[in-house]
């Protein structure tokens, strides 16, 4: 399969709304964020711009339906030309979060540089996400803090990447069997 294949093609002739708050649903401060570039899809829910005083960095990108950029104080997410965010993807900036050119994110993917909460006491830890070039991100893929993904790599639907990837590696998620899954609720699990 080519690269071809995989991502889809952004229209030459990208629709451009008139009026933003018509098309977008924005909370927070709308000042500092560029959005001449942006191609928005069709459908419901709007698109949600969310900027706690942080920095949005749009470059020539598709938003599709319920895709949701947040950026939070003094964080900064920037996303490059090329790049095609499918329906309900999220992208959470509280440190920084980069994503490069000709990327595809599809159906629900989330991309977070936080864990939004303190866990057990311990303070918050906010950790830089890089996803390179030409990257495909399957559907309900989730990017966490901290990660680091090489040029051309693909991430199979499914997939938690918790550490860096290489450039044109295939992560795939482990392919679990369940057996013996009895009335108390006990199972055993396997890991391929």
């Known amino acids: 399969m080519n690269r071809e294949q995989i991502f889809p093609l952004l229209p030459e002739n990208m629709r451009k ?3 933003w708050t018509s098309f977008l649903r924005f909370k927070g401060k709308r000042s500092g964020i560029d959005l001449s570039a942006v191609t928005l ?3 419901r829910p709007l698109p949600r711009i969310h900027n706690e005083a942080g920095a949005m960095k749009l470059g020539r990108i598709f938003l599709a339906a319920g895709t949701r950029l947040w950026s939070h104080k003094g964080g900064v997410l920037a996303i490059d030309d090329g790049t095609f965010l499918d329906g309900g993807v999220e992208v959470i900036a509280w440190k920084h979060v980069t994503i490069g050119k000709r990327c595809y994110l599809g159906w629900d993917a989330l991309v977070m540089d936080t864990d939004l909460h303190q866990i057990g ?3 918050l830890v906010n950790k830089p996400v890089v996803i390179g070039s030409d990257v495909y991100i399957g559907c309900r893929a989730m990017i966490l803090k901290g990660v680091n993904i090489g040029d051309g790599a693909i991430i199979h639907p499914g997939s938690i ?3 860096d ?6 992560m795939r ?3 679990g069997t369940i057996k ?3 009335a ?3 199972a055993e699990v396997s890991f391929a």
């Not at 990837?165 to 295939?170: D, K, L, Q, R, Y």
């Open 121 to 123: 006491g311990n303070p």
């Open 180 to 182: 013996g899954m009895l």
């Open 173 to 175: 998620p482990p392919q």
């Open 165 to 170: 990837v290489t450039a044109g590696a295939v």
């Open 184 to 186: 108390t609720g006990s």
């Open 161 to 163: 990447v918790t550490r």
């Open 41 to 43: 899809g069709a459908g």
């Open 17 to 19: 709304p008139s009026c």
